[in-house]
């Protein structure tokens, strides 16, 4: 029922929305690829935007790991010294 073509559409706006693309922008995207191929270049712009929000996601998550990573070698010492 459903084409290759479709089956690499999904996948690519499920990896969107795993990403955090709002639900608005990838039916923008949709919208683009339906308007042609002369809608490349703002495609394109909309991928990078995100790409720019994906990274600085990622750089906040790992700040964050780092801080749990020093809480738990704290707590995983002081445990050690109370055995």
């Known amino acids: 029922r459903y084409t290759e073509a ?3 559409r999904l996948e690519l706006l499920t990896k969107l929305r795993r990403t955090g693309m709002p639900v608005q922008d990838m039916r923008h ?3 683009l690829v ?3 191929d002369h809608t490349r270049a703002e495609r394109l712009r909309l991928f990078r935007a ?3 929000r994906v990274l600085t996601r990622i750089a906040e998550l790992q700040a964050d790991l780092e801080v749990l ?3 738990i070698d704290i ?5 050690e010294e109370q055995e």
């Not at 707590?75 to 445990?79: A, C, G, L, N, S």
Request: no cysteine; glycine share 4%.
């Open 29 to 31: 995207y949709a919208e």
């Open 75 to 79: 707590y995983r010492k002081m445990v």
């Open 69 to 71: 990573n020093y809480k």
């Open 34 to 36: 339906q308007q042609g």
């Open 6 to 8: 479709d089956l690499r």
């Open 50 to 52: 995100h790409r720019e």
